[in-house]
Structure formats: structure tokens, C-alpha cells
């Protein structure tokens, strides 16, 4: 009696494998013959093909720290200065202005924390941005500004 139920438990078991062999190659055989599904992800984006609405947006209320530079041996002054990004400012993961971008300042006025500078442009990939930002003190190492409406650039 033995040798029968072990026959028999061999034969259910072949079935068993059987069938889910042959529902896994049907399955197989129907998504071959779907068409694949396209994903929509950040991740998927072509990197050398140019969008129109390809651009990062800095959200208005993000401060940018920059180094004040003036030619040599002057001093502010009411004329247009140079200075640099000394902080990337970042929006997620992306770089939206890296360290070191030349930045334009502009004397506004003189008040009671001394000379206020604001930044008039950004110069991203020899491209100038306007931008919008607050006043900051003129400080020999490093002026706060922070952006009062947002900024786009272009990837």
C-alpha cells in the first residue's frame, strides 16, 4: 500500500509543477504581445534633448550668500560691483546656481546699518537673469540676500 501512495503524491506533485510551468509561459506570452508601458519619471527625462519648458524654478524666500568683490585697493561704492555665490543654492537635488556664479551688485542707499547693495543679475552658463531680491549691508566676506519673487533658469 505504501508504494501506491507515494505514486500518487508524485503524480500530484508533477501536476502541480506542470500546471504552474505552463501558467507562467502563458503569462510570459501575453505580455510579450502587449505593447510595453511608457514611465513618466524625472528620471527617464532625455538629457541632450532641449524643451521649451525645461527650466528650474527658486522659490521665492530662498537666501543667497554672496562674496562682495571690488577691484583693488577701492572701496563701495554707487557703481555697479561684481561678487560670487560663496553657498550652490539648491532646489531639491538640482543645482540651480552653483558656488563661485558671478552675481552684479547695485548700491541702493545708505541708511543706518550702512551702504545697502542688491543683486541686479546672475550670470548662469554666460546667460544674465534678472532678479528680484531683497537689500542686504555691504559686508567685506559674505552679504545675505533673499529672493522676493521666484527665479527661473533654464537647464
Known sequence: MKPNLLSARSAVFAAILFLGFSFTAQSQQNSSSEKPKTSTSVLDRVKNKAEDGDFIVIPAGQEIKVDPFFPAGSSPTSRVDQGKVIVPVRVGF?????????????????SEDGSLYRITDVEINKKFYKIEIDEAPYAASE?????TKPLRIAR
Open 94 to 110: 538640482t543645482t540651480a546656481i552653483p558656488a563661485l556664479t558671478k552675481v552684479h551688485l547695485q548700491f541702493t542707499v545708505t
Open 143 to 147: 552679504m545675505r540676500f533673499t529672493l
